[in-house]
């Protein structure tokens, strides 16, 4: 009898094993990622949890190849999985979904054509039915809103519009716009354009039942926003500056007003530097948790720490020794305040200590943690990693349970790479941390082109989260490594800031280390080294291009080389003069950090493609324009490539496509003419 079972036992093995086998020789074979993936990758936004933490609502974003755009449409996922549906279609977008306070209703923000023009609010029946258009603001711009927690009533950011809305049905040639008149010290932004002298961000109340709006401070020509109603609804909480001229500090407060018009504002903090972000109430409505930065003269290098304040002013520091940036605070209904950490080339949710020095990592994996929402004891995240782009995903007890899977089926067609970290030691004896992708068909001893891919910020970090720039040079059978160097987020406030003043030279060191780190591993060809970045990474480019022959190629995007050049002409005019001085106080330094353009003649050698938008406020492509002059003044091979009407952030699907396209070219023409090194024998 048992010879007989165990004979049974081998026939239903071997027939498992045969089906097994046959399986997987009729299974797609996975393919290299490609350009065309682009339109097809699918942005899952922010979660939002409704009331009683049942349902996540959330944003979809994909490509419109014919309309050369991306669309965004709201979505929405039962708790448990077991639900999903799209809410709104067609060619507008939906952005900002909201459900009403007792999760009936959900609101949104749409340009989609109503009786009011422009992006108001729309709000739907969550049970089905069209959406119906909540209001109707003609003056100005909604940039936010949130429901007050009886539901009557709707705090609305309104910003001024720089020219008003043609007259319905007004068929006639517009009129000239109007010339921009500028009294302002900082006047010029980013999207934002020349700021005029009414361009502050204001709250208004907007009662639901008689479509009317009240401003809700006395306050006059200061921005206020990140505004939070508190969970009784008798006051709001929000971010705002009492310095006498806004414009000359970057000294932000929280500020706490009664929840009807025309109130005055009380200043809760007194911290010379920022305090604000996402404001969350305590379940008591008795305190209100934020985040503290360093004072207004090194704030472009502050890794955020925890705060709280009491409604008397009184103010405490959880975590207070955890020494990475934190943001986005989250009370959960027992008094639980906890936080998203950057850290380390990870994003994750931290429960803080209120009157301790530690904070609890509540999700262990590698990966990075966009945006999150919890409510009625359930957390929702949008979760990334090397592998798999964003979606929606439970937290519960340290694990994630996926609730999304809008790009689960290209992904699956698609053969991609992990990535892994490195670290190593520059030649100050400083630990360095990065990222290194490989291609997928790698070989052991057969070394490879390397692009250097440097993040901008420079108070930013590289993270494990899903990087189609690393899929795709990988599947062309580059390397791509990632460093973040010092002046990063991640590694604590005195890593970040000990470039302050002083660009160009411990970063360079740190990204040089790490190349020959990637050499000495035997994966990157010493013959076929190539560099780019895109913001302070394409700066970063010139910096290191200038200082080392040793790359092949240079890809230089939105950058600058010369911030003599640059005073008045991008954002950044407290930063100049906070940290580097007003030039004519400290002319020395503005020349000795203009090196890679003052000294092209003696350190520029490398071919280098220069791109830019020429709507980009952030770093105009000015700084794109001097180099690529330089450049072709000396004889050395460039480009430049300027794409119309774009911001620092690209928008338009075409452009970022062709962007990729001409980077892989650009990189390809110097090194297939390189001849490899040779492979090592180990």
């Known amino acids: 009898m048992f010879r007989q079972s165990l004979k049974l036992l081998l026939t239903v093995a071997l027939i498992f094993l045969a089906s097994t086998l046959a399986f997987a020789a009729d299974a797609p074979a996975r393919r290299a990622i490609t350009l065309d993936d682009l339109a097809r990758l699918v942005r899952v936004g922010a979660p939002v949890l409704s009331p009683d933490g049942e349902w996540v609502l959330y944003t979809v974003s994909q490509v419109d190849v014919k309309e050369d755009k991306s669309i965004t449409h709201l979505w929405m996922v039962k708790w448990d999985g077991s639900v999903r549906l799209q809410l709104t279609f067609g060619k507008e977008s939906a952005s900002l979904p909201r459900f009403s306070p007792d999760g009936r209703y959900i609101s949104f923000l749409s340009s989609r054509p109503g009786p009011a023009k422009g992006a108001q609010v729309w709000v739907m029946d969550r049970r089905g039915g ?90 006059k020509n200061v921005n206020e926003e990140d505004a939070a109603w508190s969970p009784a609804g008798a006051w ?90 934190m943001h986005e605070p989250q009370f959960s209904p027992d008094g639980t305040l906890s936080y998203l950490v950057t850290d380390d080339r990870s994003e994750y949710p931290a429960a803080v200590e209120l009157a301790g020095n530690s904070a609890k990592r509540l999700l262990a994996q590698p990966g990075k943690v966009f945006s999150w929402d919890s409510k009625h004891g359930h957390i929702a995240v949008q979760y990334s990693n090397d592998t798999s782009p964003a979606e929606i995903y439970a937290l519960e007890n340290g694990a994630l349970r996926k609730l999304t899977t809008h790009n689960d089926a290209l992904i699956a067609e698609l053969n991609l790479v992990p990535t892994e970290d490195i670290s190593f030691t520059d030649k100050d004896g400083v630990e360095v941390h990065g990222l290194l992708t490989r291609p997928a068909d790698f070989k052991a001893g057969q070394p490879v082109p390397l692009f250097l891919y440097i993040h901008g910020g420079p108070n930013g970090e590289d993270e494990h989260s899903f990087d189609f720039l690393r899929q795709w040079l990988a599947a062309h059978g580059y390397a791509e490594l990632n460093v973040n160097y010092r002046g990063s987020s991640g590694r604590g406030q005195d890593f970040a800031k000990s470039i302050f003043a002083d660009w160009g030279n411990k970063e360079v060191q740190d990204l040089l280390a790490a190349v020959d780190k990637v050499v000495a591993m035997g994966v990157a060809d010493p013959a076929r080294l190539t560099i780019g970045g895109w913001s302070y990474g394409g700066i970063l480019t010139d910096y290191t291009t200038a200082s080392d022959n040793r790359f092949k190629a240079a890809i230089s995007g939105a950058g600058n080389a010369s911030p003599l050049s640059f005073y008045g002409s991008d954002q950044y005019i407290l930063q100049y003069e906070f940290e580097l001085g007003a030039p004519w106080k400290n002319p020395r330094l503005y020349q000795k950090l203009s090196y890679p353009l003052l000294e092209a003649d003696k350190r520029m050698h490398t071919p280098t493609l220069y791109m830019g938008g020429t709507a980009d406020f952030n770093v105009p492509i000015e700084g794109g324009e001097q180099m690529y002059q330089a450049l072709k003044s000396l004889g050395i091979p460039t480009e430049l490539v300027v794409y119309p009407d774009q911001f620092h952030g690209f928008t338009r699907p075409s452009y970022i496509r062709d962007r990729y396209e001409r980077w892989l070219a650009w990189l390809e023409k110097y090194t297939k003419s390189a001849t490899p090194a040779p492979a090592s024998k180990k």
């Open 130 to 219: 069209e959406a119906e258009q909540l209001t109707a603001i003609t003056d100005q711009d909604i940039e936010g809103y949130e429901w007050s927690p009886d539901a009557k009533r709707l705090l609305l950011t309104l910003h001024p519009k720089a020219e008003p809305d043609a007259p319905e049905g007004k068929t006639e040639k517009p009129a000239a716009p109007k010339p921009i008149v500028i009294d302002r010290y900082h006047f010029k932004q980013d999207i934002e354009g020349y700021l005029r002298n009414d361009a502050f961000s204001a709250l208004y109340l907007y009662d639901i039942a008689t479509k009317k709006s009240e401003k809700l401070t006395t306050a």
């Open 236 to 325: 709001i909480a929000f971010v705002s500056s009492a310095e006498p001229d806004p414009d000359r500090s970057n000294n932000t407060d929280v500020f706490v007003v009664p929840s009807k018009a025309a109130s005055a504002p009380h200043k809760l903090t007194t911290w010379p530097g920022h305090d604000g972000g996402h404001l969350a109430w305590s379940p008591d409505s008795k305190s209100i948790a934020y985040t503290q930065g360093l004072t207004a003269d090194t704030e472009e290098y502050e890794q955020a720490k925890p705060a709280v304040v009491t409604l008397d002013g009184k103010v405490t520091y959880p975590a207070a020794t955890f020494d990475r940036s």
